[in-house]
């Protein structure tokens, strides 16, 4: 665990020696959605390969670059692509990132994701906002030593995805003229896809979408205290009933098709964090 803290203070120095301005606020982008990461002028460009013990993705529609610069007026860095528990990487790995962003001082983050349809009333292309997880994983990034700097032995999940927040991506949703579903993300740690009798199960207990990433950065993003939203692009919609096998070329399609939704969303989001208030 020592070992961890040490390797993300290297991480943490690297950046802070190329950056001018620490970002408040972080989004990364998930399968098929780095393009949002472009879509705001960064004045700092970093690939993951070049931050020491920084994990690479190695999914083609994962990026790996870091842009910090300036979006809606507020210093944010987008982090292009994530790496996942199924690529092979330990949970202390899967949330790296989110450790450096906490020493970086990032108090608000924004994860983007696509998921998978559980909820029937969905369609794919629907955006969602998250309320609340179900970690199905089998694995958590704070089992072994607590790193007491980081936060609490047991931390609290009631609010991990920030209730006002979530108010703001509705609002801003509103506002553009989105329509926004709400529901409980269920974390599977994958790679292969649902049986039709996960699918049932995961309605069962409650589960509107299923993804294979988002739980652990949620998890150690609440252990950091930080204010997190998360949003999903339903790419595809189980119906157990009528199995049909899920595409992968369709899921990133109908997430780059999302796109647009979620760049309207974001920068409203974003316009609207104070990111000068630490609470
Ligand atoms: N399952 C898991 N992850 C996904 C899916 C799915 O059906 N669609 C997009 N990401």
Redesign the pocket.
Known sequence: MKDFVAKVQEAFQFLKSRLEEMPKIAVITG?GLGAIGESFDANVTIDYLDVPHFPSPTVVSHRGMMRFGKMAHRSVVVMQGRVHLYEGYAPWQVTFSIRVLQALGVQNLILL????GINPAFAPGDIMVIVDHINLTGSNPLVGPNVDQWGPRFPEMTDAYHKALISKVEKAATDAGVQIKRGVYAG?I?PC??TPAEVRFLRLIGCDA???STVQEVIAAAHAKMKVVALSVI??V?DPEHPAP?RVED?LKT?ESGMSKIKAVLESVINSIDDTATG
């Open positions: 399968t994701n696509a998921a998978g599977l994958g896809l649902e299923v993804g294979f790419t595809n189980h899920v899921v997430a």
